[in-house]
Every structure is written in structure tokens, then in C-alpha cells.
């Protein structure tokens, strides 16, 4: 559905992402893992048009969005729903008026709007925060109102920049179970950026390592956790001292 096809793109002299191809299936969960520097962002803002390669192609059901024109490429972005790292919400606006944002911006009216604010404020259980302004809620219930934002205009893709960075580890499993859930209810294909490791093996159909430019590993977890890369083992082994993630011997 969403391929990435020898993408490269440097910042000055470092080539950030070197010839990276990759092809994420319709209703699957692929999350891109590295440390931090690797390109996963430049990555996540190549694939929202953000950012351009250097060369390659991004590909959205066989079309190609670096080919496209600027008004083509804009009408594009109704199939993604972003939650960046930061939240982005705006600090003078409710949680509710932050959400309903890229409605009212689309032109769709404002009962509907209300509507359709509400229900993805009930899907991440936040209907009860709806008057209040980010700096009232916690930074947990940032990301789940960065997440209905996401979800309001209901795209068939969507993107998570970390969404578990700065959480506690009992909220970042929280946000894990609403990514699993949110897949299951509305049929989306998510990709989820991430240096979490437990984040990534919780909610990945595929995971893929990002090293040097290059993709150094692709599969299931299980395929990930058998990869002969010391590279990998050693992220792995940062992560997890000893034993078994999801029933696999590490
Ligand atoms: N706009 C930019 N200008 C210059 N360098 C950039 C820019 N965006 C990213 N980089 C560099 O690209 C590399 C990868 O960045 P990024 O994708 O943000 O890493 P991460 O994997 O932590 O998300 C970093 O070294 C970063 O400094
Ligand atoms: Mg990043």
C-alpha cells in the first residue's frame, strides 16, 4: 500500500537514508526502530511530504507522491493522520477546539465537526478533558488528544513520531494497547517510529531497524529477534536484559 523505494536523502555531507526501500501492507502495523539520529523522522515527514529525498520514490497505492505536483501532493495528505512527537497541539485552543481543527480547516461544518471532534475524543477516552487546554492535562493525555486529532479526519494511514517518548513506562503501555485498539476498530495501516523497543514489539506486525542509512532488518518480531546482526542484538540487548519479549526466547 505504502512503499518506500531506494530513498535517499542527505543533510549536508551525512547521508541520512541510503538507497532505503520498504513496502507496508494494507491494515498492517510496520514500525521503524533505531537510535536516536538514525532518520526515522526524516523518514516519517519524506512519507507526509514534509521533506523531499534526494532521489527514490514514495509510493501511496502504486502512485508515486514525489512525482506529484503541489496540488495533487496536498489532496494526497487526506489519506495520513500524524501524531507528531511534540503533541503540536495549540496551547491557546481546548482540547476539544484542537481537535476539530483540521475538520473545520477542510470545510466540514460545525455540528458535523463537533460530532465527529467527540467521537474520536471517545475513542482515547478523553471526552472528559474536552474544555480543558494542554497545559491542564497530563503529558499522556497530550499524546491521546495528538491522537484523536490524528484520527478525526479519518485517514486510512497514520503515522506515529514516538508515542511513547516521555511517558512513563505504565502509560507508554497504555498508549500501545489504544495504537493495537484504534488498528483494530478502524481497519487503519499504521506506522510507528520509535526507539521503544517494548512499544515496537507490542504493536508491530513487521519491525524494521534503521543503522547507518540502511535497513538492516525487516520481519515479524519473531524474524527481528532471530536476525544475525550484532547491531541488532545489541539494541535488543539494551532493552531487555534477559529472557522472553511476547513468548520469544531473546
Ligand atoms: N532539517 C534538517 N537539517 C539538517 N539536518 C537534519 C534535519 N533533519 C534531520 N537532520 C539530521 O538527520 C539525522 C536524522 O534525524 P532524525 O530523522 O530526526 O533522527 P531520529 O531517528 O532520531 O528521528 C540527524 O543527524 C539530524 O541531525
Ligand atoms: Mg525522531
Known sequence: ????????????????????????????????????????????????????????EVLLNGQDLIAMDPEQRSAMNSHFGVLFQSGALLAWLTVAQNVALPLLERGVDEDEAEARTM??????????????????????????AGLARAIVTRPDVILYDEPTS?????????????????????????????????????????????????IIAMGTPEEFCASDSDIVQGFIKAQFSAGYIRGIKI
Request: with cysteine; glycine share 10%.
Open 166 to 214: 516521555g511517558l512513563d513506562p505504565v502509560m507508554s503501555r497504555h498508549i500501545d494497547a489504544l495504537i493495537k485498539e484504534l488498528q483494530q476498530r478502524l481497519g487503519v495501516t499504521s506506522v510507528v517510529v520509535t526507539h521503544d523497543l517494548h512499544s515496537a514489539f507490542s504493536i508491530g506486525d513487521r519491525i524494521a531497524m534503521l543503522s547507518d542509512g540502511h
Open 1 to 56: 500500500m505504502l512503499e518506500f523505494r531506494n530513498i535517499t536523502r542527505s543533510f549536508g555531507d551525512r547521508v541520512v537514508l541510503d538507497k532505503v526501500s520498504f513496502n507496508i501492507n494494507k491494515g498492517e502495523t510496520f514500525v521503524i526502530v533505531g537510535p536516536s539520529g538514525t532518520g526515522k523522522s526524516v523518514s516519517l515527514r519524506i512519507m507526509i511530504g514534509l521533506l523531499t529525498p534526494d532521489s527514490g
Open 119 to 144: 467521537e474520536a475524543l471517545r475513542m482515547v477516552k478523553l471526552e472528559h478533558a474536552c474544555d480543558r487546554k494542554p497545559s491542564e492535562i497530563s503529558g499522556g493525555m497530550q499524546k491521546r
